[in-house]
């Protein structure tokens, strides 16, 4: 386990009347995903059969994820109070599935598995980063200061088990980025918009472009510059680049300008 539990979070201060809708529809679908953890890490286990080390690094982190969605959905539960997680989880668990018992990675090789574990901790360290910078709530800022630090840890994990798989394992720079986007895309297209979809509605058919734009256009907006620039550069570092401090500078604002160009697009669509 990590270096809090639920007890370190001050529930007490609690404040009902600093939510915001839209937050709590997208910590809905974050303490979804964050408790299938443990899947992920029974996956990494299965990937890395022969390396009892990073095996209990990976069920460590396992059950640090799980304990964000523990965590996140206990704040729901004050948020929401009919908000039923037990049964969102099945339906996400149901609908959600990807073969979790392989011992071989989607991603074709042990490195590549840990630049798409590079990408998702880039992912989350950005986002729980930029949703305490965001939120009002004074409990969710804390939960997600402490998670934000952990997925920053996770995020230094696989990247040091990157380095010790790239000594054996030939992949170049552009395999890299190519895993990298294939990673990213499935993130904003079908895990979070499902989860979303599961933790939101329980009526209507799932619609995988309508609920990615409906978890976009409440989460693009909590991203400030500084945000996109630290996880340009953490995925930059996942995929061997090092460009100058310049370059860096330009793709970042580019990153920035796409994200704001979705989110206009977005508020058109919705219009
Ligand atoms: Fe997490
Ligand atoms: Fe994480």
Redesign the pocket.
């Known amino acids: 386990m990590g270096s809090w539990t639920l007890d370190d979070i001050p529930w007490r201060s609690f404040d009902a009347a600093r939510l915001d809708p839209a937050i709590v529809a997208i910590v809905k679908a974050?303490c979804l995903?964050?408790y299938n953890?443990a899947a992920y890490a029974h996956h990494l286990c299965r990937v890395f059969a022969d390396d009892p080390a990073f095996q209990e690094s990976a069920r460590r982190w396992g059950a640090?994820?799980v304990q964000?969605?523990a965590a996140l959905s206990r704040w729901v539960a004050l948020a929401d109070p009919s908000f039923d997680f037990a049964a969102a989880f099945t339906r996400f668990q149901e609908g959600y599935r990807i073969d979790f018992d392989s011992t071989r990675s989607r991603r074709g090789s042990r490195a590549g598995e840990m630049i798409a574990r590079c990408i998702v901790?880039t992912g989350?360290s950005s986002y729980?980063t930029a949703l305490r910078d965001a939120a009002a709530e004074p409990v969710l800022r804390e939960i997600c200061r402490r998670?934000a630090a952990?997925?920053l840890r996770?995020y230094r994990l696989f990247y040091k088990t990157l380095r010790r798989c790239l000594e054996r394992e030939r992949l170049g720079c552009w395999a890299r980025l190519r895993i990298a986007l294939g990673r990213l895309a499935e993130s904003a297209d079908d895990e979070l918009a499902y989860a979303y979809y599961t933790a939101n509605e329980d009526a209507l058919p799932y619609d995988r472009r309508r609920y990615s734009r409906a978890y976009a256009s409440r989460t693009f907006p909590l991203y400030r510059p500084h945000h996109v620039q630290r996880a340009v550069a953490m995925v930059l570092k996942a995929i061997g680049l090092t460009p100058n401090a310049r370059l860096g500078r330009m793709i970042s604002a580019l990153a920035w300008r796409a994200m704001r160009y979705r989110l206009g697009r977005l508020a058109k669509a919705t219009a």
């Open positions: 974050a995903v964050e953890g640090e994820e964000h969605g901790e989350t729980y998670i952990d997925e996770h």
